[in-house]
């Protein structure tokens, strides 16, 4: 058994969880939310899994914590059997990874610090250093992320190529992130990323990754 920390509704761990639902393995994991609006995650003993205080967090059964999402995917990718998220060959791990950074700087980070600094993010008790000009800085700067996404699919009909991949699972929680909590919406006329967003909705992990409430 693994134990996910997750906070349905947010980006990264949702990434791990649409990974975890296309491999097929909800039934071999524990998942324990954590509401971060009430910050329960912000304890000793979170900190002392995560350094970081951020959510997902897995602990394997041999007690060791893994944080960071890329991590966590990496793992899950190799320890079960089934679709390849990360990809096969040396070129397509590369590609993949680095469009899953893409993914991360240009919408699922830049987004975050625009919820973070210049919306009331997770409440006043969570949010102790905003500045609003960064806040807005990277609002521009997850549109600008948008439009890039847009020119890359219209040339191929994954993020990182052919492949369904955790670059397509990144910059798709972004975008469901933004709509839902910063009320950013991805702009109508990029076609391309907007009909790619409606394929990647029908797969049955996204379904189900979606099919919880949230927290506020
Ligand atoms: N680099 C980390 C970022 C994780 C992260 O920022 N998670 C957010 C939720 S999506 C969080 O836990 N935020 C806690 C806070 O802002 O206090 C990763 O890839 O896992």
Redesign the pocket.
Known sequence: MLTFYD?HG????DRVRIALEEKGVMDQVTVKQVN?WK?E??TEAFRALNP?????LIVLDDGTAI????A?TEYIDHTFPGIRLTGETARERAIIHMMQRRG?QKI??AI?AYF?HATP??GPG?ELNQNKAWGEAHLVKTLDGMRYFDRVLQSQPYIAGARFSMADITVYTGLN?SETYPKVVVPRDLTALGDWRARIAERPSSKAAAGETDFT
């Open positions: 906070s947010l980006p990264n761990p971060l910050g995650h912000r970081s205080v951020t959510i997902p944080s960071e999402t890329t966590i991360e699922v980070d975050g973070h993010g997770f969570i992130f």
